[in-house]
């Protein structure tokens, strides 16, 4: 069994990287698309035979827009800041309610600046990133640096039954 030096000198902060979309306009349109093939699809009869249908085209240029849209995703690296910095942030930010553990209109920007690593970014950037990014985006990289602060690594298990039946698939082993 380890002692705690060999511990101290093998940790490293919890880190997650997540993949941001900085193009609304792109996200916009996949969105737009998968309504439209969706509403053809319930809708669409054809005159002849010979009418193609029009889920054919739209799942095309959907396919097109999802690769786009997948391509002006940029990664964020988010990395747990300590426990005294984490305590100090919380502290910076306190709620007005009682019951909830900080004031969610000032923390969750402050969290994801303090503990973004890649790309860094200062508070007025945040600020600018956030005028350009909706909610649900901001949303994943809250999520994300929450996550690297809150939550244990229960997904660290050096088990994983998705790789094993992959591998075991591919002959790379059981």
């Known amino acids: ?31 737009r698309l998968t309504a439209e093939l969706a509403q053809v699809s319930q809708e669409w009869e054809p005159e002849s035979i010979a ?42 930010h306190p709620s007005d309610n009682p019951n909830e553990l900080f004031d969610d209109r ?17 508070a007025e950037q945040a600020e600018e990133l956030f005028e ?10 809250f ?3 929450w996550e690297v602060h809150n939550d244990a690594a229960s997904d660290a298990s050096p088990f994983s039954l998705a790789a094993s039946a992959l591998l075991a698939g591919l002959g790379g082993g059981k």
Do not use: W
């Open 132 to 141: 350009k990014v909706n909610v649900g985006e901001q949303k994943r990289l």
């Open 51 to 92: 009418d193609e249908h029009p889920g054919r085209r739209i799942a095309r240029e959907l396919r097109e827009a999802q690769t786009a849209a997948k391509a002006a995703e940029v990664p964020f690296v988010l990395r747990f800041v300590g426990d005294r910095a984490y305590n100090d942030l919380l502290a910076a």
């Open 106 to 122: 000032t923390f969750p920007k402050a969290l994801i600046v303090a503990s973004c690593v890649d790309p860094v970014m200062t």
């Open 143 to 145: 999520d994300a640096a």
């Open 1 to 31: 069994m380890p002692n705690i030096e060999e511990i101290l000198k093998a940790a490293t902060p919890r880190q997650r990287t997540v993949q941001v979309c900085v193009r609304g306009d792109l996200a916009s349109e996949v969105e």
